[in-house]
């Protein structure tokens, strides 16, 4: 099954409202990290995670490794937040190696 | 912030010629990943390597080979090109175990 699970899988937002993405690993993630696909194509490194919050901007992401999930929330959504979110977590003893989960598509309304 | 280029940034090919994707990053990073992404879904790993002149099969490497000749390079060579190898290859790199940063992608074409 996978082993890192994105919820939900697609989600429209309207301008200036605020949300969450889930990520819930089925593994033993030691660190998470947060990609945004946008509408391009373009693959963008949001955050890098061990255990804890981090904040850029009007995003903010926890990882909480004893529950096993991590969540990244947007607030004020603003047009050009519109594409796919990816997270990732290390496969093991895989150095380096990622598992991905199959992305929330965000679209963000005028 | 890393800088991962690909050349390629398109390109069409013939079903059974030879193709070759390259990617060069400038920030000394030892670990390099290829990956493709078909239209609508996420990233899956084809070959990676760890160290210049060794490259490891990731989860999908049937049909492709790859080759990292320094550490700033790393390339990817379809011998002989399917329809099923349509797709947008991404090129990642990273520090240890650290974020992973994205080339722009090569959308291939076969024909």
């Known amino acids: 099954g996978d082993k890192v699970k994105q919820s939900p899988s697609a989600l429209s937002l309207q301008e200036g409202t605020n949300s969450a993405l889930r990520c819930n690993f089925s593994?033993?993630?030691?660190?998470v990290q947060w990609f945004l696909q946008n509408p391009r194509g373009s693959l963008m490194n949001l955050f890098y995670l061990v255990p804890g919050t981090k904040e850029n901007g009007r995003l903010k992401s926890a990882f909480d490794s004893k529950e096993s999930y991590s969540t990244l929330h947007i607030r004020d959504a603003q047009l050009e937040d519109s594409g796919t979110y990816f997270c990732?977590?290390?496969?093991?003893?895989?150095?380096?190696?990622?598992?991905f989960g199959a992305g929330t598509q965000l679209i963000v309304i005028p | 912030e890393a800088a991962v280029t690909q050349s390629p940034r398109s390109k069409v090919a013939v079903t059974g010629g030879k193709v070759t994707l390259s990617c060069h990053q400038t920030?000394?990073?030892?670990?390099m990943y290829w990956y493709r992404q078909d239209t609508g879904h996420g990233l899956r790993l084809i070959h990676y390597s760890y160290v210049a002149d060794s490259t490891e099969k990731g989860d999908i490497p049937d049909g492709y080979k790859a080759s990292r000749p320094s550490q700033e390079n790393f390339s990817l060579i379809l011998e002989l090109a399917s329809l099923s190898q349509t797709a947008v290859y991404f090129c990642?790199?990273?520090?240890?175990?650290?974020?992973?940063?994205f080339g722009p992608g090569t959308r291939l074409l076969v024909l």
């Open positions: 593994i033993a993630a030691t660190t």
């Open positions: 990732a977590a290390p496969r093991g003893s895989a150095l380096g190696r990622l598992h």
């Open positions: 920030n000394n990073h030892d670990y």
């Open positions: 990642a790199s990273s520090e240890n175990q650290d974020t992973q940063y």
